[in-house]
């Protein structure tokens, strides 16, 4: 990896997140440790765990063993003198099969090339990572003319299987994909911005979810990844096109340029369209920019009628963008001077940026996060009703010049085409998936009417080759009385008819855990024997993912809490996505872990000692902390250091072949699977552990650390973990700490604090401490 900027050293943390020996260089050793050291202090975590650090070393690119390396990423500065100097130098010290990629955003690959060796140039590709490099899923490869279909196809499989990312391979244009739609679409906002008359907040209201954007939108965006970034990659797009009309959006209006004279680009620089501001007591509150001043100004609430009205509208993305952009309020005309223009303008640019417009749709969706790509949002307004509206939107005050669409027959030419054709869509409905049809699981079996039953929280589908799956589909996966009823059902039919069982969603998160609104109001209404009913069957269920007779994996992703993790503890195996944060968060809503999760958590902890005679407290505590503190994991291989996965649990880098991989892991299991069963016998260490453990409950309280509450559920903790009114050390049956858990968690239900906090969760989404 050569270059420890920013990119570089974080591309190189990602690649020793996917087990990668990496030698990350730069100018001279200091500089490279200097690079390496600010990455390593980066938040969001550009690492899965600490461990990971251990296979990134750094150096001087004199000291380069070039010849050695599979593959080498240059990353410099982002200019094409010291680039083609550095790649003269590779050349003359590359191996015979070594790829040799670049890391550019923008310029011109083919430059690069040139006056290089043949053998060099058919092992050279652009590989534009997005930043930052373990969040942002996108990678566009950039294969110049010379460069071999081995190449591509080694860069695309290591991109993909090896560090998970999600490839499109691009023309060697200015920006590529991404950047060009992406910086396209945000500069026409930015100049929209200049011209008046929505200010910044209002803007990022009309450009965040409302049109299926993230919550971060315009101007947020922009903060966190850096003015300077988006005026650099302006200012290559302007010198590399001889379009007048592209050159004159991309260059800075009088606002934009007074932020950067500034140098106010964003949190990097501690100010940018927004500035967080200390009031009294400390409290932090975030300000925002008014240009006429270049003071920064209370924010206030966006009120816009047009907006709230877009929550229910149906059909997702598409019905809130085609209700927008069809509409006849003063949003509705910007966002078809933005948007609408932005997607003309993809119509009639997509053949010189891309292979297929599917690319396009699928850079924009991981490069930016759209919900839908560009086509996928013409097709949802129709072709007709988009060009009918921007035909007829006359320039309001001269603001954005002419309209986009004067004359018929300006229209894009793959959409008049698709006109002439007899459609008013590009694709035919259901025909683009951002994902390869062998990897679409789930929906291939829905595709397939393989429902085999279904109820409003989950459904049980037939994956084929004897393998079922229980998909989670209520909101936020939470689990109540229906999923539990598809969870039992998915056990019975695969034990019956198949040769084993995966759980999963489609969703970003696999559950948020146990649906706390149905415990909430029992314990309101003192529906006691409701509650341990519930628990009673919960635990069941769970359990019957262990003794099942066929393998029953969990491929779980995102979050994955409370009884999520549960269940996943239980599975035969995990397939857990890289990007997994699962953890035991009951002490946050006032309860524990009462679904098998404090006896399983003991258990696992019992397995850690090295004997039966060494000290069971160290290991005891590690759980009572896990499950105390409610510990999320960061990633996958931290949850494994957590204790909630195994070491024969599998890791999908990409999310994309998470439930590929999962029908593999039950595949490799089936043959000669045989059932798990309860533990004959889990050692408890009586009043010994339980009087450490709380013990160290009291100090934290006396010391502040907890509240009244937290010590009480501190204290059932440690109460179920010692074993509860045992004389002393010794052996209990799975059933007899089952048994503590329900009723620590029925006798938590009826506190009012816990009640409290369930409810403050409920409505707020955070967790309280009272």
Not at 450 to 462: M, P
Not at 637 to 652: E, K, M, Q, V
Not at 673 to 682: D, L, M, N, R
Request: glycine share 10%; charged share 20%; proline share 5%.
């Amino acid at each position: 990896m050569v270059g420890a900027g920013t990119m570089g050293a974080q591309i190189a943390a990602h690649m020793a997140n996917a087990g990668v020996e990496v030698h990350l260089l730069d100018v001279d050793a200091a500089a490279a440790a200097a690079g390496w050291k600010r990455a390593l202090a980066l938040k969001p975590d550009p690492l899965f765990t600490p461990a990971h650090a251990a296979l990134v070393r750094t150096g001087a690119i004199d000291d380069a063993a070039f010849g050695e390396a599979d593959w080498i990423v240059e990353a410099i500065v982002e200019r094409l003198e010291p680039k083609r100097s550095l790649f003269e130098r590779i050349d003359r010290q590359r191996g015979l099969d070594t790829i040799v990629s670049s890391n550019t955003s923008g310029l011109p690959l083919a430059s690069l090339v040139e006056g290089r060796s043949e053998a060099f140039a058919l092992h050279f590709v652009g590989t534009h990572f997005f930043n930052p490099p373990r969040y942002m899923p996108l990678v566009e490869v950039i294969p110049v003319a010379a460069t071999s279909e081995d190449t591509i196809a080694r860069a695309r499989h290591w991109l993909d299987v090896r560090l998970g990312r999600s490839v499109v391979v691009a023309r060697d244009s200015p920006n590529f994909i991404a950047n060009h739609i992406g910086l396209y679409g945000l500069f026409k906002v930015l100049q929209a911005w200049e011209q008046g008359p929505f200010d910044i907040d209002t803007i990022d209201a009309m450009t965040g979810p409302a049109i299926g954007r993230p919550k971060s939108a315009t101007f947020r965006t922009i903060d966190i990844t850096g003015l300077d970034v988006a005026t650099q990659v302006a200012r290559n797009f302007v010198e590399r096109t001889s379009d007048a009309g592209l050159q004159r959006l991309f260059t800075m209006g009088p606002r934009i340029a007074g932020l950067v004279e500034r140098g106010w680009i964003g949190e990097k620089a501690g100010q940018g369209f927004f500035k967080r501001s200390r009031g009294a007591g400390g409290a932090s509150d975030i300000l925002v920019l008014d240009p006429a001043t270049f003071a920064y100004v209370p924010r206030v609430p966006v009120a816009r009628p047009v907006l709230d009205a877009l929550r229910d509208q149906r059909g997702g993305a598409g019905g809130r963008i085609k209700a927008l952009m069809l509409g006849k309020a003063e949003e509705s005309a910007f966002t078809r001077d933005t948007l609408g223009d932005t997607l003309l303008y993809t119509a009639r640019v997509w053949q010189t940026i891309a292979h297929d417009i599917d690319d396009v749709d699928r850079a924009m969706r991981w490069g930016f996060g759209w919900d839908l790509g560009p086509f996928e949002i013409i097709d949802a307004i129709g072709i007709k009703e988009l060009l009918g509206v921007m035909r007829a939107q006359a320039p309001t005050d001269g603001r954005l010049g002419e309209p986009a669409l004067p004359k018929a027959e300006e229209a894009p030419p793959l959409l008049a085409d698709a006109l002439a054709a007899g459609r008013n869509t590009i694709r035919t409905p259901g025909a683009f998936r951002p994902e390869p049809a062998e990897l679409l699981i789930l929906a291939g079996a829905r595709d397939r009417q393989s429902v085999v039953t279904s109820n409003a929280a989950a459904s049980v589908l037939d994956t084929g080759d004897g393998i079922f799956a229980v998909e989670l589909h209520s909101k936020m996966n939470a689990i109540g009385g229906d999923t539990l009823a598809m969870l039992q059902a998915g056990v019975d039919r695969a034990e019956r008819d198949g040769i084993g069982l995966i759980l999963a969603t489609q969703g970003q998160a696999f559950s948020a855990g146990a649906n706390l609104m149905l415990v909430l109001m029992d314990a309101q209404e003192g529906e006691w024997d409701s509650i341990d009913a519930m628990v009673r069957v919960f635990q069941r269920t769970v359990l019957s993912f262990r003794d099942a007779q066929v393998p029953v994996v969990n491929a779980i992703n995102g979050l994955t809490l409370g009884g999520a993790t549960e269940m996943a503890l239980h599975a035969a195996g995990v397939q857990a996505a890289a990007e997994t944060y699962m953890g035991l968060v009951e002490v946050g809503v006032g309860l524990i872990p009462a679904g098998c999760g404090t006896k399983e958590m003991l258990w696992r902890a019992n397995q850690q000692r090295p004997s039966r005679q060494a000290d069971a407290l160290p290991f005891v505590q590690k759980a009572f902390e896990t499950i105390g503190f409610g510990m999320v994991s960061t990633s996958a291989p931290h949850a494994r250091t957590l204790g909630y996965l195994r070491n024969g649990d599998g890791i999908s880098m990409n999310r994309s072949r998470l439930h590929a991989d999962a029908r593999e892991l039950v595949q490799a299991r089936a043959a000669g699977y045989v059932p798990g069963h309860a533990p004959a016998a889990i050692a408890v260490g009586g009043p010994d552990v339980l009087a450490a453990l709380t013990l160290g409950v009291h100090l934290a309280h006396r010391a502040g650390r907890i509240g009244d509450h937290d010590a009480t559920i501190g204290r059932k903790l440690a109460w179920i973990l010692a074993g509860g009114n045992v004389p002393h050390a010794t052996d209990e049956s799975e059933a007899y700490l089952l048994d503590l858990e329900r009723e620590a968690f029925l006798s938590l239900c009826g506190e009012p604090k816990t009640q409290e906090r369930i409810a403050y969760t409920l409505k707020t989404g955070k967790t309280m401490r009272n």
